[in-house]
């Protein structure tokens, strides 16, 4: 079964960094590109950043220089490393499988940044 | 970066009864890059449609995608009690990926 486990999400000051962790299995991760996707409380859908297979990165315009998307396919992992994190950053972040359309999504990891 | 606007906002129909959800975009997605997801309370987003018009796996034939260009419909044929959810649409056509802001289909 093919699944994603986000983790690492939590409370932070603005001006503060955190790193969310993807673990994923059933699937060969390592030829797959992946995303983030996160959805502020009562809100809609948001693309944050996205990785090829080949290490490739994006990312959207509101992130750009502040959060960095990573991999790791030894362990099957993806990362977003987060710093001067904003208010506005407030959100649940869904890893996802792919840079199209997205054909599996994790539970998400909530991440609040409040003074 | 393509804006996708979606209409109505919220959608009250009854079970059994057919829904039309429509979701625009600001310029021509590539390739009809268009995917529809489904989203229920406390629960991760679900891909329905992709390519605008392909069901992904275990989707039900209920529900069916079409459109081109800027413009693009997801149909629910008959709906059952859980199909009352929050959908989006999704361009993939660009680097920059971008949302629609949601259609609410409730049950009226």
């Known amino acids: 079964e093919v699944q994603l486990l986000e983790s690492g999400g939590n409370l932070v000051q603005p001006g503060g960094s955190l790193t969310l962790s993807c673990a994923a299995s059933?699937?060969?991760?390592?030829?797959?590109?992946m995303s983030w996707v996160r959805q502020a409380p009562g809100k809609g859908l948001e693309w944050v950043s996205s990785?090829?297979?080949?290490?490739?990165?994006y990312n959207a315009e509101s992130v750009k220089g502040r959060f960095t998307i990573s991999r790791d396919n030894s362990k099957n992992t993806l990362c977003l490393q987060m710093d001067n994190l904003r208010v506005e950053d407030t959100a649940l972040y869904y890893c996802?499988?792919?840079?199209?359309?997205?054909?599996?999504w994790g539970q998400g990891t909530m991440v609040t940044v409040s003074p | 970066e393509i804006v996708l606007t979606q209409s109505p906002d919220t959608l009250s129909l009854s079970p059994g009864e057919r829904a039309t959800l429509s979701c625009r975009a600001s310029?021509?997605?590539?390739?009809?890059?268009l995917a529809w997801h489904q989203q229920k309370p406390g629960q991760a987003p679900r891909l329905l449609i992709y390519?605008?018009?392909n069901r992904a796996t275990g989707i039900p034939d209920r529900f069916s995608g079409s459109g081109s260009g800027t413009d693009f419909t997801l149909t629910i044929s008959r709906l059952e009690p859980e199909d009352f959810a929050v959908y989006y649409c999704?361009?993939?056509?660009?680097?920059?990926?971008?949302f629609g802001q949601g259609t609410r289909l409730e049950i009226k």
């Open positions: 996802a499988k792919g840079r199209q359309a997205f054909d599996v």
């Open positions: 059933g699937f060969t991760f390592s030829s797959y590109a």
């Open positions: 990785i090829s297979n080949a290490g490739t990165t």
């Open positions: 310029q021509s997605v590539s390739a009809n890059y």
């Open positions: 390519g605008a018009s």
């Open positions: 999704q361009q993939y056509g660009t680097a920059l990926i971008t």
